[in-house]
């Protein structure tokens, strides 16, 4: 199998906000949707994890935006594995317009995680290889976003559609909550340059989140779910404008 696999998407109604760009959310669905498939064509599907008693977890991305791609464009979308370190299996993305030019790219931090215990295994520990390739034009893989309760708050509770088939918050969705925080004047005079997630604990149906942000020169928003008195983070997010 190719260490590199390609795929063209046409940009459509569905996945664009109301000022014709692709939504965050549906930036990271291709992504999410091309690494799934490279990982089946590698031997490593959600079926074939499954019977081993593993899933897939993303835990980090950071995205650089040269532009938001607009409905009725077909983007080419280049995705592989590389090397994984000792916690992580990283993986990086580069989308290109109908001209060839970059239009963003990314990397992500993939875990595999056990299907009944929900505790993350280690690649060493896993019996899963995965062969890396690296290019020269990867991203560094991102760092943490350091804990900061902000000024505007507002709480969100999980529900059914916000679900995927793991049973729990897909990350997806949690750029549309964080889209949801500012109003369409903001959106339609600001692009996002850039942005970072870190995915820090699941979120099941029911759950209330507690969500914090503050807006300056970029978004940064917190989302907490409480059990009890404790507070435990679940995503962080920055956006660059």
């Avoid at 969705?173 to 004047?185: H, M, Q």
């Avoid at 942005?195 to 807006?215: A, H, I, K, P, Q």
Wanted: aromatic share 10%; net charge negative; charged share 25%.
């Amino acid at each position: 199998m190719e260490p590199i696999y390609t795929k063209n998407y046409l940009i459509t109604d569905g996945m664009c906000d109301r000022f014709c760009r692709l939504k965050l959310s549906q930036l990271l669905t291709i992504g999410q949707e091309v690494a799934g498939k490279h990982s089946e064509l590698l031997d490593l599907s959600y079926d074939f994890l499954a019977s081993r008693g593993l899933f897939w977890a993303v835990t980090r991305h950071r995205v650089e935006i040269t532009r938001l791609p607009t409905i009725g464009e077909t983007i080419r979308v280049e995705t592989w594995p590389m090397p994984p370190t000792k916690v992580a299996f990283p993986r990086s993305i580069l989308a290109y317009d109908e001209a060839g030019k970059e239009i963003f790219r990314s990397i992500s931090l993939w875990v595999l995680m056990d299907l009944e215990k929900r505790s993350m295994i280690v690649p060493g520990k896993s019996g899963i290889a995965l062969p890396g390739t690296l290019r020269g034009n990867e991203l560094t893989a991102p760092g943490s976003l350091a804990y900061h309760l902000m000024g505007s708050r507002e709480s969100r509770r999980v529900r059914y559609t916000d679900l995927d088939r793991n049973g729990h918050m897909n990350n997806t969705r949690y750029l549309e909550w964080v889209d949801d925080l500012l109003p369409s004047d903001f959106h339609r005079d600001h692009s996002p340059k850039a942005f970072t997630v870190c995915y820090l604990n699941e979120s099941r149906e029911g759950d209330t989140l507690l969500l914090s942000w503050d807006l300056d020169e970029s978004l940064r928003v917190e989302a907490e779910r409480a059990e009890g008195e404790t507070f435990h983070r679940v995503f962080a997010v920055k956006i660059e404008y």
